[in-house]
């Protein structure tokens, strides 16, 4: 039992916490109003300080609002394990340092919600920061993209997702989406595992 009354986002965040470890460097690909990036940072975050999120977005609005979201939910030393830039995620590779182990790269894909629902990830920029992520990504790593149908352009996101998935290396890689199908226009939850140790048929 996953699904349930939960959301995609909701199940998202139930399989990271079986992918992520205490230490790990996690990507938050679009930031938004911060769920996610609250949601990476619990599970990094520890002791020693080691564990680090970088998220991005385009919109300030939304870096800041995510800056607040942190302020009212964690210690001000938890929040130094998150830096935050206002970059396109096609450009992930440029902020996070070499040799960063890369465990998890999150995407909520779509609209700030409260903001302008004109401003959306865009399939092209999208495929260049699915690009980006699977070169960083270490073995036994995960992309997740929760992808929203329902508006213009989303269908069509969801298509590059899928066709960038399906293109994926069946030796590296195990590809897969839940999408609810009585709810044709309910978020669909991408799942990009990358195998721990690659299988030669
Ligand atoms: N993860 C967020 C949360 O937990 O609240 C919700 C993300 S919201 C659905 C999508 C976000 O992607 C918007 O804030 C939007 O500005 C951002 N975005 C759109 N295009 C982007 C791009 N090329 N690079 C990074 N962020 C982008």
Redesign the pocket.
Known sequence: YVFGKKKA?EVAHLIWKHVVRNGDTVI????????????MLKLVADESGRGHVYG????R??LE??SS?LDESVPLKEKESVTLFS????RMEEIVPENSPVRLV????????G?DKK????SE??RL?LEAAKKILIPGGLISL?V?VGHPGGMEELETVEAFASGLSVDSWICCKFQILNRPLAPVLVLLSKREIAETQ
């Not at 999150?106 to 919600?113: D, K, V």
Request: charged residues 10%; hydrophobic residues 35%.
């Open positions: 986002t938050d690909a679009t930031c938004g109003n911060g769920y996610d990036t609250l949601a991005m977005d385009i919109q609005d939304a609002s995510t979201l970059i396109c995620h096609s999150a995407f909520n894909l779509g609209y700030l919600p903001g401003i959306t990830t865009i920029t999208t920061a929760v929203y």
